[in-house]
């Protein structure tokens, strides 16, 4: 009995690092939960849950501390029992001796379980430590890339100062310039007026010559314009003319036609009226060389001049 309690001792003793290395990792995952807390406010599900994890686990520290304080106090007792017992008879001790060991199983199967469920509240924890681990290097990976980021603005901002120096000297010295010219803009001004005042005559001289040449090529372009507008009417004129005649020479062609074609019928026409007045057969049509042909034309034009078109008459003779 002895030995069985030394070796629970000894699973305690053993099972009480475990319970320092839980109470070792809670400092750093309560400093890892307020870095996260402080960071990103919204999970305080997780929040929730690691605490409740961290109470489970102090209650079975307290049960556990409980148990080892009753087994050694179970353990003094039987030491102090034992001088009492040794004198009484085998018979006596039997009873006692299997309600201790029936208590002592009992107390051993409630210290394992209390223990497994220590392992399993571990894990737990260990896991929530972990995820919360990984959040917390994901936002440290955030903060560094957003303080990268910062960097490069800061430093994009010193590089546009900087530009904003450098265009500020040189508008500086622009106006320097512009100041230095603007002086010297004012002495040949003086100079000018200077000149103005001991070539009055002369300027007003040629001032008079400049207004009469332009007199004489105002003159000169208001001719050019109208001879212009004069030989652009003519070469209308031409043109229409050309249309007109080449309009008139195809309608005096189809007329010439059309007149020798109705001369022809009106001879044939005659012909057979003299042959049925006298009773006689019609002879027959005239051969293609007896055909009438034109053999005088003359054309006809206005004697007085005009701007407006006239019709084209032309006095045509034909010979049959």
Known sequence: RSSTE??????????????????SV???????????????????????????????VQEVRYCLKTLREQMAARQNNNNNNNKVRSRLP???QLKPVGDDEQQKGKVREVSRRLHARLKEVEKQHQ???????AESNQLRALLAERTERLRKAEQESKEKEQQVEELQRLLQSMTEESSHLKDRVAEKEAELLKLKANEEEEQRRAEREASVLKEKNR???DMLKSHQRKVRSMIEQVQNSKTMLQDRDRVIRDLEERVAFLDAE???????????????QPP?????????????????????????????????????
């Open 6 to 23: 030394s070796s629970e001792a000894g699973a305690d003793t053993r099972r009480h690092p475990s319970c320092r290395r839980s109470r």
């Open 284 to 320: 027959p049509p005239p051969p293609a060389e007896n055909k009438p042909e034109v053999v005088y034309s003359k054309p006809l034009t206005p004697t007085t001049p005009t701007s407006k078109p006239l019709p084209f008459i032309k006095v045509v003779e034909i010979r049959s």
């Open 90 to 92: 085998s018979e006596i």
């Open 266 to 280: 009106n001879r044939e026409l005659h012909d057979h009226m003299d042959f049925f007045l006298n009773g006689q």
């Open 219 to 221: 003159l000169l372009d």
């Open 26 to 56: 809670t400092p750093s995952c309560a400093v890892d939960t307020k870095v996260f807390l402080g960071s990103r406010l919204r999970r305080p599900e997780s929040v929730r849950m690691l605490s409740d994890e961290e109470s489970e």
């Open 127 to 133: 896991e929530e430590t972990d995820r919360l681990q």
